[in-house]
């Protein structure tokens, strides 16, 4: 697990009476987070995600954890599976982004499944990515970064495929306050950094570009991605947005 994530996760856990807590892990994905939660509470954790990997679910299972975890398949947007109140803390990484892809115009919606179920008093902490489009480009590496996620967002609509949504975090904020949420502020936990996922990135829009009837804007799009690629190798991997958290209290 990365350290700017392991660091917030500890700031949390120091702000919170840890006794027996009840933590929502929104949503589970590769069950890093989880398996992080689960080895700082001796209480439970719930992680919830609408579409549950069995390689997290099982790594989960493996891990031999001290204290129990219940994999959800549900939506956070409506959790009838948690009682209002009923959750002590909820830690939700790189999931925000995600909500529009599986579940669109349901992000408010999260928001107030959040404040129902979590305990007054109770912490709220997302950590996502600010947005690339209107990051600033210094160098060649920030441009192609960005320039492949337009591309990427332009293959994956034209093909009719979901793909995440840049979400700022003082719209979240706003949102949040709009919910009841109290306390609520971000702070940037990360300066950009050098992604591990660009080349499958690739991968994904060449696979997309498969399914263009189109030959001619296949053919376009494929010279594009191919030359990004080839940027890359050139100018220095694509790079990542900086990290923000959100700290929000019920
Ligand atoms: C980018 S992953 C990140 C997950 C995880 N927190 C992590 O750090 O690995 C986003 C996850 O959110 C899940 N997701 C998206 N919308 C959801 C929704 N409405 N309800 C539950 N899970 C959702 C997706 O299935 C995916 O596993």
């Not at 009682?83 to 408010?108: G, L, M, Y």
């Not at 591309?151 to 306050?177: F, I």
């Not at 376009?220 to 929000?248: H, N, P, Q, V």
């Amino acid at each position: 697990m990365k350290e700017k994530i392991v660091n917030v996760l500890d700031q949390l856990f120091q702000k919170l009476e840890n006794n027996n807590l009840r933590v929502l892990d929104a949503a589970m994905g590769g069950g890093n987070v989880t398996l992080e939660l689960a080895q700082r509470t001796n209480g439970k954790v719930i992680s919830v995600d609408i579409d549950p990997a069995d390689s997290a679910t099982k790594k989960i299972e493996d891990a031999n954890l001290s204290s129990p975890v219940e994999v959800v398949k549900g939506t956070l947007a409506s959790m009838d599976f948690l009682q209002d109140s009923s959750i002590d803390t909820i830690v939700s990484h790189s999931t925000i982004s995600s909500i529009p892809a599986e579940t669109p115009f349901k992000v408010q919606q999260v928001f107030k499944e959040f404040f129902r179920v979590l305990n007054p008093g109770g912490i709220l902490l997302i950590i996502d990515y600010y947005p690339l489009e209107s990051a600033a480009v210094r160098t060649k590496a920030d441009e192609i970064a960005q320039d492949a996620w337009r591309t990427y967002k332009a293959v994956a609509e034209l093909v009719g495929d979901h793909h995440h949504e840049e979400v700022p975090p003082e719209w979240v904020c706003e949102t949040l306050r709009d919910t009841g949420f109290k306390d609520v502020y971000h702070e940037k936990i990360s300066e950009r950094e050098l992604s591990d996922t660009f080349e499958e990135y690739i991968e994904n829009m060449l696979h997309y570009i498969s399914n263009i009837e189109d030959d001619e804007l296949s053919r376009a799009f494929r010279m594009k991605i191919l030359k990004l690629e080839r940027d890359a190798r050139m100018y220095g991997k694509s790079e990542y947005s900086s990290t923000y958290c959100i700290w929000a209290t019920k």
